[in-house]
């Protein structure tokens, strides 16, 4: 009898938190504050911080940090608000650095 697994997902690197799904993933290829991150449609178990404003490398943002809501640890930000119009599908969406989320049910 084959095992019953559930879906691919991300979670907190310090507490295990379910964060988000594989199926989420809209690009492998985003550089957060401390290296590679992912950009992700949605996330759960999340507690988002205040808004500023914020110079990337993709121009000026409106962002907001975002922490697992079980141990506070900060895994990336969320786009509030794109300022150039080649920027606004990301708005919304949610940023989770590599190195603050691990893998599970893979």
Same mark, same amino acid.
């Not at 205040?50 to 141990?71: F, I, N, S, W």
């Given at each position: 009898?084959?095992?019953? !697994?559930? =879906?691919?997902?991300?979670?907190?690197? &310090?507490?295990? &938190?379910? *964060?988000?799904? $594989?199926?989420? !993933?809209?690009?492998?290829? +985003? #550089?957060?504050? &401390?290296?590679?991150? +992912?950009?992700?449609? $949605?996330?759960?178990?999340?507690? !988002?911080? =205040?808004?500023?404003?914020?110079? %990337?490398?993709?121009? %000026? $943002?409106? !962002?907001?940090?975002?922490?697992?809501?079980?141990?506070?640890?900060?895994?990336?930000?969320?786009?509030?608000?794109? @300022?150039?119009?080649? #920027?606004? @599908?990301?708005?919304?969406? +949610?940023? %989770?650095?590599?190195?603050? *989320?691990?893998?599970? &049910?893979?």
């Amino acid at each position: 009898m084959a095992d019953m !697994v559930g =879906p691919r997902l991300y979670s907190c690197c &310090n507490c295990r &938190n379910q *964060i988000a799904l $594989h199926d989420d !993933v809209i690009s492998k290829s +985003f #550089q957060g504050r &401390n290296g590679r991150a +992912f950009l992700f449609s $949605h996330a759960m178990n999340i507690m !988002v911080g =205040p808004k500023e404003d914020r110079q %990337l490398m993709t121009g %000026l $943002h409106t !962002v907001a940090d975002v922490y697992c809501c079980d141990c506070r640890e900060v895994l990336g930000w969320k786009y509030e608000r794109a @300022y150039e119009e080649t #920027q606004k @599908y990301k708005e919304g969406k +949610f940023i %989770l650095e590599k190195s603050k *989320i691990v893998k599970e &049910n893979w």
